[in-house]
């Protein structure tokens, strides 16, 4: 899926990531991005922060995918947590944009 990645920041703390339950170093996940006027964050793991910048455009997180439940709900992230859940909390990946995902910045 990605490759493991050593996670050393001042920023990380160790919390429960909302959006795969694990105890792990988390950072604030701005729902909509700061360069979109995003204020409101959620805890979240720099896995599953890297995933959803993978797939979704600032654009798209900014207009459809703009709430911890409606990343939850859907189909490819659903996929993903289950892998997800069968890795250790400790082992943080780095995952790399989609091939599908527009490669257009701020459109």
């Known amino acids: 899926m990605g490759n493991v990645i ?14 795969c339950g694990m ?17 409101e964050t959620a805890n979240t793991c720099p896995t599953c922060e890297g995933w959803i910048h ?17 990343i939850l709900a859907d189909e490819g992230f659903q996929k993903f947590l289950k892998w997800r859940r069968k890795q250790s909390a ?10 599908f995902r527009d490669k257009r910045k701020y459109t």
């Open 54 to 70: 993978g797939q979704w455009t600032h654009n798209q997180l900014r207009d459809i995918y703009n709430s911890v439940e409606v």
């Open 23 to 39: 105890s792990t170093y988390t950072r604030r996940h701005h729902l909509i991005p700061r360069c979109k006027s995003g204020i």
């Open 90 to 99: 400790t082992a943080l990946f780095k995952s790399e944009p989609a091939k």
């Open 6 to 19: 050593l996670f050393h920041s001042m920023s990380a703390e160790v919390n429960k990531c909302e959006f």
